[in-house]
């Protein structure tokens, strides 16, 4: 039946253009924002999802960034401690030099002086950010306290997030004690109960106030030598633990800042795959939608011309 008032062709045809706009919206907005999932109105869960994880990714990038912070301070730490290897090590040598008769002793303890104080330097000078792990006062509880690096962000499943952090005993690399009535470094600590010289041949009990040529000489003279390389070689060997307590640190905060650096990625991937558009199938669709509303329109256009094809009954 032809009616004036109801033109149901229109209608349908009215309807069907609509569905394919709303659905048209739909694509356009996942091709300029990227996102299958953009809003919590498109899939609540997924959005809840991603943006609990994408915080949490956040929380990652500063964990990274404090490792990075921690990776550099202990590298300086590391780099002065191998450089005071090196120095004590020559030392060692000049020492042991002192021990053949003949040798000018004199220079060779200006040598040893220079090198002490190349010693004193380097516990100086190893500092980053403010951070001198190698030379405090070791009464200080504040400046002696154990450093912690933030190393990790962990959520469980049942929601609770914790954050876990790589401990650094600083008290075993101090080389030198700011407070010299205890003097508690490898390099100015009392080691006289371990290394005892039998003339005045030699003086001092640590490393940093070594002198071989204190005194007149005497016929102890190479036993004296003897432990005094044996003194030098002690501070050495505790050098060497805390260098190689402190590498280990370093190898540990490379492993986990690669691990991290992973995470973030894994992370970045598991969100995508929930909220990320396939902008192949959406460039796709939008062709298919592209063709439907046109069609829609001439739909339309066919069912709102049969209301003036009914004029032409009454000419």
């Known amino acids: 039946m032809s009616s004036l008032m109801t033109n149901s062709a229109a209608m349908t045809a009215l309807q069907t253009l609509s569905s394919t706009n709303k659905q048209m919206d739909i694509t356009q907005n996942r091709i300029s924002t990227g996102y299958r999932v953009s809003d919590a109105a498109d899939n609540a869960a997924y959005w809840s999802i991603a943006t609990t994880m994408r915080s949490d990714n956040k929380a990652l990038g500063a964990v990274q960034d404090a490792l990075g912070l921690g990776a550099a301070t202990v590298d300086v730490m590391y780099t002065a401690l191998n450089s005071t290897v090196e120095v004590v090590s020559e030392i060692k040598a000049k020492v042991t030099a002192a021990a053949q008769p003949g040798v000018d002793r ?10 002490q104080n190349q010693l004193r330097n ?20 504040g400046a002696s306290a154990d450093r912690e690096i933030v190393s990790s962000f962990t959520r469980t499943a049942g929601g609770a997030v914790s954050l876990e952090t790589t401990t650094v005993e600083i008290g ?14 490898i390099l100015d600590q009392d ?17 940093l106030d070594l002198d071989i040529n204190a005194g007149a000489a005497d016929g102890d003279f190479s036993a004296d030598m003897e432990r005094a390389v044996g003194l030098v070689d002690a501070v050495l060997s ?25 995470l973030k990625d894994s992370i970045d991937r598991g969100v995508g795959q929930l909220v990320d558009a396939d902008m192949n199938a959406e460039s796709t669709r939008l062709q298919a939608l592209q063709v439907q509303q046109q069609l829609g329109i001439q739909a339309l256009s066919i069912a709102n011309g049969n209301s003036q094809n009914i004029l032409s009954l009454f000419r």
């Open 191 to 207: 080691r006289s109960a371990a290394f005892t010289f039998a003339g005045g041949s030699v003086d001092g009990v640590s490393l």
């Open 238 to 262: 505790d050098i060497t633990d805390a260098a190689t307590n402190l590498g280990a640190i370093k190898n540990r905060i490379g492993l986990q800042q690669d691990f991290v650096a992973s």
């Open 106 to 115: 004199g220079k060779i303890q200006s040598e040893i002086d220079e090198l």
């Open 122 to 141: 380097i516990a100086a000078s190893a500092v980053f950010n403010g951070e001198n792990w190698l030379q405090f006062d070791s009464t200080d509880a």
């Open 172 to 185: 075993n690399t101090l080389l030198v004690d700011l407070d010299a009535g205890t003097a508690a470094g």
